[in-house]
């Protein structure tokens, strides 16, 4: 099963909307609960990771009998230490943003804890393409 | 503890998604961060937050939460009601500050997250 979805920079309003329609998914498909948390958690913060640093982007799920990859690629900054980006508290995240209760330098290290697998392409001023997978039980 | 003996204890509204009194919360996390409440299991229990919009709604529905308390009187719109009813999450209002919350809760049985 293949689910898309556009990421507009700045969104909030609708930030969490790809996360939610994966979650309804998941849930309609039988996966267990706590593969369905790890999914959405993992797919929620690159969702707003997008949302508050880059200029636009996709999303893409795929889920099968075995895992569930997810593909966030944006344009973007790119992110110029993924070193420094993985540490937890590490943040270059707006006061806006900040306002909106993320930004806290959590999102990728709570990612890495929430998936299987999590390759991090970026390049500075072109873009970043997170892929995280969850294999099911 | 049930959803409307919080609601008593603190004083507040409920709004949102009906309560559910089948629905037994047995700890709290505050925070306004919403970062954090995503890094953890927030079974049975329940948040409490000054931070009302709707990404406090999108945070509680990815993190399974089906009741969070509001607090320092600050007032949820239209908007984030009627996605707290979509998501069924039921919301507690109150005027009390996020100390103040937590520190009534504490005192009645209600187990800190960590």
């Known amino acids: 099963m293949h689910y898309t979805f556009d990421i507009e920079r700045g969104n909030f309003a609708d930030a969490g909307q790809a996360s939610s329609s994966v979650k309804r998914a998941l849930k309609h498909l039988g996966v267990d609960p706590v593969s369905i948390k790890r999914t959405v958690v993992a797919l929620f913060e690159a969702e707003i990771n997008a949302i508050a640093h880059a200029y636009g982007g996709r999303i893409d799920v795929d889920i099968d009998d075995g895992k569930i990859v997810m593909v966030v690629a944006d344009q973007g900054p790119g992110i110029p230490n993924i070193d420094l980006a993985m540490q937890e508290g590490w943040s270059t995240a707006s006061p806006q943003v900040r306002e909106m209760g993320y930004g806290a330098g959590m999102g990728l290290p709570n990612i890495k804890k929430n998936t299987d697998e999590l390759k991090i392409e970026t390049e500075v001023g072109v873009g970043t393409t997170v892929t995280m997978t969850v294999y099911l039980a | ?114």
């Open chain 2, 1 to 114: 503890m049930k959803i409307s003996e919080i609601a008593k204890l603190i004083d507040g509204e409920l709004v949102g998604a009906p309560a559910d009194d089948t629905y037994e919360v047995r700890k709290a996390f505050a925070s306004d961060l919403m970062s954090d409440v995503l890094r953890f299991s927030m079974e049975e229990t329940v948040l409490i937050t000054g931070l009302c919009n709707n990404q406090t709604m999108r945070t509680s529905e990815m993190s399974d939460l089906r009741v969070v308390v509001i607090g320092r009187d600050k007032q949820p719109d239209e908007e984030m009601l009627e996605l707290a009813e979509e998501l069924d999450i039921t919301l507690i209002k109150s005027r009390y500050s996020i100390f103040k919350i937590s520190g009534i809760l504490y005192g009645a049985g209600i187990e800190p997250l960590y």
